[in-house]
């Protein structure tokens, strides 16, 4: 995982568990700004960026949210929340 560079903003993270989060990052990729979403784990203090994520076009950001909103209301139909 690349160092976060001056133009890159972390958005927020949240626990997956003990030793990983969730981690969305606002990145630079070649020139195109694009969402982040990596796990993170912890290792001896320092949180580590791992291979697991991805990336997200601005232009699709909409559209995951409308199916992470989709997902909340199937969790809390089937009393998961």
Do not use: W, Y
């Not at 699709?60 to 199937?74: G, H, M």
Request: hydrophobic content about 40%.
């Amino acid at each position: 995982m690349a160092e976060l560079t001056p133009a890159d903003v972390i958005v927020g993270a949240i626990e997956k568990n003990k030793r990983e989060k969730i981690r969305v990052t606002l990145r630079s990729f070649s020139d195109l700004r694009q969402i982040d979403i990596r796990v993170f784990k912890n290792v001896h203090g320092v949180e580590i960026g791992t291979p697991q994520g991805c990336t997200v076009k601005p232009a699709k950001l909409r559209t995951l949210i409308n199916i992470l909103e989709d997902a909340d209301v199937a969790v809390r139909a089937e009393g998961l929340t």
